[in-house]
């Protein structure tokens, strides 16, 4: 089961907000970019909307991973794939979803520098107080929490779900009873139909199964497989 933490689950809306805002600051600094890379894969929408409201044509991407499994992180930040665009005498805007432990933004930071840009700025929708990286530009600065960002609700929520249970019991929750436990744990309220979405998304991979009761789908258990004539749970990532 994973420990409770805090989270915030943002929508679309609040996507274009939080762009618009930081695409002010930009021009507010008079930083024209004339390329926008993306750290992949948060990146990838946010440098988008920017590429938008600053008008600029050439967006590239690289990937660079520290969180694997929900609020769960890796070691140290790695670099997947360099980026393979020339981006030699320009002036860059290298672009995240947020600046977390920092790690993530300082590793593709320095890989792009190696390129010998004009000039390299940095831009994130938010910054964590926690960060060790603080980026040149950034829409807000909050408290440490877990952002769902609509670009990945349905990976996040499969992840938080599950870990309200307890893969090695027989346990069975009710939609009412998900819901309650998700405010509890992670202090997010989730609509009724996107949160059965949710449950059915689950059952497809076989980290959930339902349970019928006098014909009516009533609650959620943990998927059982059976191997060698006994049974075991799994839980695939």
């Known amino acids: 089961m994973i420990k409770p933490f805090r989270c915030e689950v943002l929508s679309w809306e609040d996507m274009y907000e939080y762009s618009r805002v930081l695409s002010g600051k930009i021009r507010e600094d ?4 004339d390329v926008i890379v993306a750290i992949a894969r948060g990146g990838y929408v946010p440098a988008r909307s920017l590429a938008d409201f600053l008008m600029v044509s050439d967006l590239y991407s690289f990937q660079v991973s520290h969180w694997g499994v929900t609020a769960q992180k890796d070691p140290a930040a790695k670099l997947h794939s360099p980026l393979k665009a020339d981006v030699a005498k320009k002036n860059v805007l290298l672009v995240d979803d947020l600046a ?5 933004f300082a590793l593709a930071r320095d890989h792009l520098l190696k390129q010998k840009p004009r000039k390299l700025k940095t831009a994130a929708l938010f910054v964590l107080e926690n960060s060790s990286f603080v980026p040149d530009y950034y ?3 909050q408290p440490w929490t877990w952002f769902v960002f609509p670009w990945n609700f349905t ?10 249970y307890d893969a090695d019991s027989g346990e069975k929750k009710s939609l009412d009873m998900v819901k309650e436990e998700l405010y509890a744990k992670h202090r997010i309220r989730v609509p009724q139909t996107k949160l059965k979405s949710v449950m059915d998304e689950l ?3 076989r980290i959930l199964t339902p349970y019928w009761k006098s014909g ?21 990532r």
């Not at 996040?156 to 309200?164: K, N, P």
């Not at 191997?227 to 749970?233: E, H, L, P, Q, V």
């Open 203 to 205: 059952v497809a991979r």
């Open 30 to 33: 008079h930083f024209k970019p």
């Open 100 to 104: 977390d432990t920092g790690q993530s």
């Open 139 to 141: 829409a807000s600065k």
């Open 155 to 164: 990976e996040d929520m499969c992840q938080l779900v599950a870990g309200l």
């Open 216 to 236: 009516n789908l009533v609650r959620w258990m943990p998927f059982q497989k059976k191997i060698s004539g006994s049974s075991a749970k799994t839980r695939r």
